[in-house]
């Protein structure tokens, strides 16, 4: 299968979703040090398959270069996430009597966000991380055991001799990370008990092209999924999803409950629903992707205008999150430091460093009180309202704040 066909059923690609130019991998964040060298760029081109749907990215920057070296994404850094992440332990907990007697995998377990309190609650867990700096936080600050390698059919069959098979496999944010995503579910399918759960979270595709959420498209995010292009594959490999949830997380997401094809769940009446609105909303119908670029444009010339008419008057603008999703926006709208002073993020492990692309210096959130700028752009818009409240202080010396997706809006 070459780079041009659908990883999930092998159609030439021959559809273009949205053409977003070339931009760095979104999480590659500079030190000072590397300002003088050359910055890798690559094609950030989404295309549609015509058969199965999947609107997907062909694998430009190599798994490896993303993850394999300082990757410095860490979840612990929100606290509606850890909160989301905790609420989740207890449903789960509960619903499926999870106890000492279980065993919780998690694929991409990153800083051990998510695994902490399944362990507090004495459930045996175990994290497959592919970062090894992220998997070292995760031993060292919360004593989650992680192994260190990017999960697919070969470390789930070292998993499943080594004892390790899940009664509960839980993958938040990576079905779409993956680009052999066959690979990935079989992986999947071995370690899973007969009887066990697998959940997935992932940003739902319908919410993506309702809300006009193209920064959620970067180097790392291979595919884009709905509910319908993640049961095809999930099929193939005798997998079923019995449950799915719609989750306000990520501006909009999935959560599907899947087990073995013959396992003992009953399927929801959800699953159906669902599919039905999907198919309403147009995503069984290829025309309705190839819409979707001409809505993308609009966001671009508003935040352009709305920048260069700060600059033009006088005023400094600021960036709250060096987020990947950020990264994208700012790229492709061609934004750098005559726009946009500097960012900021609660994260040491990006503060220092500059932003992929645009070289936009990362502070830590005091900056902002030592600038004082007059905006404040929230380029994390997901977490907008936990933003807003963190930084409510700016309004003493008049700081509006700013998003730009799914609509410019500028509020103090």
Sequence with gaps: ?????CRICATSLRHVFLDLGSSPLANSYLRESDLDRPEPFYPLTVHVCEKCLLVQLPESGSAKDIFGGEYLYFSSYSTSWLAHCEAYVAMMTERFALGPASRVVEIA?????LLQYFKKRGVPVLGVEPAANVAKVAVETRGIPTVVRFFGEATARDLAADGQSADCMVANNVFAHVPNIHDFVEGIRLLLKPAGVMTFEFP????????VQFDTIYHEHYSYLSLHAARRVLADHALRVFDVEELPTHGGSLRLFVCHEGAPHATSARVAALETRERDAGLHDL?????FAKRVDAIKFDLLEFLIGARRSGKVVAAYGAAAKGNTLLNYCGVRGDLVRFAVDRSPHKQGHFLPGTRIPIHAPDRVAEERPDYLLVLPWNLRDEIVEQMAHVRAWGCKFVVAIPRLEVFA
Excluded: K, P, Q, W
């Excluded at 299968?1 to 066909?5: F, Y």
């Excluded at 025309?287 to 819409?291: C, E, K, V």
């Design 1 to 5: 299968m070459s780079r041009h066909d």
């Design 287 to 291: 025309a309705t992707y190839l819409g």
């Design 109 to 113: 377990s990153n800083d051990g966000y």
């Design 204 to 211: 739902h595709l319908m919410r993506l092209m309702s809300e």
